[in-house]
């Protein structure tokens, strides 16, 4: 890729980038399609004012930091499902009105959520792999990337991720790439209409070579 990347960080097949509110009507095809892959552990939105909410506070709110995983030959996919990017408003510097940023399609997502900083300097990760991307090991990558920005330039310290137990997919990826099993959590998180127990898997910077 020549001139400025406009991924965060890259690998063979992978780069991160943050969201935009121009990815919505990719963001959400994929999500409507990979609806079977995701219920019952995650619901990403499949709407257009979902996804606005969504992703203006990954956006906008400094506690979190959303990452979008884009395969790097996977071409720009600027139409979906009949949607044009720039069907969605708003936009930040360096984004036209309501337009995708260009890149290769969205294999998945990395949500990095609850970043508290001064002693902790810790951050609670949440990802989903859609459809199209999944068994292919986007997302191992994407992770892979995704954790060795937070320990670099976010300089963040810790990370941790909470996952049902019965998600064996997301524990596995979680041990793949380096977390360690720590804790039990009962009725841990509100998810689809119950308290749902979690298993608290985490990561430090010591533990990774960025």
């Not at 506690?63 to 708003?90: N, P, Q, R």
């Not at 949500?111 to 001064?118: D, F, L, P, S, Y």
């Amino acid at each position: 890729m020549s001139g400025t990347s406009l991924y965060l960080a890259e690998g063979p097949r992978v780069g991160v980038r943050p969201f935009t509110r121009g990815d919505g009507p990719e963001f959400t095809a994929r999500a409507r399609e990979s609806k079977a892959l995701h219920q019952p552990w995650l619901f990403p939105p499949r709407t257009p004012t979902a996804y606005a909410s969504y992703a203006g506070r990954l956006i906008d709110d400094p506690t979190k930091a959303g990452f979008l995983v884009c395969e790097k030959d996977g071409g720009a996919d600027a139409e979906v499902s009949g949607e044009k990017a720039g069907e969605v408003s708003g936009g930040k510097a360096g984004e036209r009105d309501g337009e995708k940023s260009d890149g290769g399609r969205i294999a998945g997502f990395i949500n990095i959520n609850n970043i508290v900083g001064g002693a902790f300097l810790c951050g609670a990760l949440g990802y989903g792999a859609f459809a199209h991307a999944a068994g292919r090991g986007l997302l191992r990558e994407g992770l892979d990337l995704v954790v060795r920005y937070a320990f670099g330039p976010l300089g963040l310290h810790r990370l941790e991720i909470n996952v049902q137990p019965g998600n064996a997919a997301s524990i596995a990826l979680a041990r793949r790439c380096g977390f360690r099993l720590e804790g039990f959590s009962p009725a841990f998180l509100f998810i689809d209409g119950a308290w749902r127990d979690h298993e608290r898997w985490a990561v430090t910077a010591d533990m990774i070579r960025t």
